[in-house]
Every structure is written in structure tokens, then in C-alpha cells.
């Protein structure tokens, strides 16, 4: 559900910019899409959530039979 949807995109969000926090502290350039200063946080939604997150669902929801999940998880993509 949304709720949840955007609990983990805080979550992840976090996470990626803790390491592009960390990348600048090493006095390396951060990783695409980690540098908080200049991140696109909708556009990494969307990549994350396509690239990562689908297929996966999309493994799971053939496996266990969770299309409901899977049809969740496109209607917030």
C-alpha cells in the first residue's frame, strides 16, 4: 500500500544518502544517485523500484502466487 511505499522510500533513500555522505567524507565523488545535495528522489524511485524491486516481485508473484502484491507493486511504480 502507499503508506508502506513511502516508508521505504524513506528508508532507502536514507541508505543511499548515508553512503554518498560517507563517499564525500573519504573525499571520493558520491555514487550516482547517493549525493542528498543533488538527487532526484522521485526519478531514483522509479529506477529502484523498476530495476530492483519488479523483478523480484515479478520472481516472487510466479512462485507464490502473490499477483495482488505484484499488481501493488506497479500501481506505485
Do not use: Y
Not at 524491486?53 to 506505485?76: K, R, V, W
Amino acid at each position: 500500500p502507499q503508506g508502506a511505499h513511502l516508508e521505504w522510500t524513506s528508508r532507502i533513500t536514507s541508505e543511499f544518502f548515508a553512503q554518498g555522505d560517507s563517499e564525500k567524507r573519504l573525499g571520493l565523488p558520491p555514487s550516482a544517485g547517493m549525493d542528498r545535495e543533488c538527487a532526484d528522489v522521485p526519478k531514483l524511485q522509479h529506477g529502484f523500484l523498476t530495476f530492483c524491486s519488479l523483478p523480484l516481485f515479478q520472481l516472487f508473484a510466479e512462485q507464490f502466487d502473490i499477483e495482488c502484491t505484484l499488481q501493488q507493486l506497479e500501481q506505485n511504480i
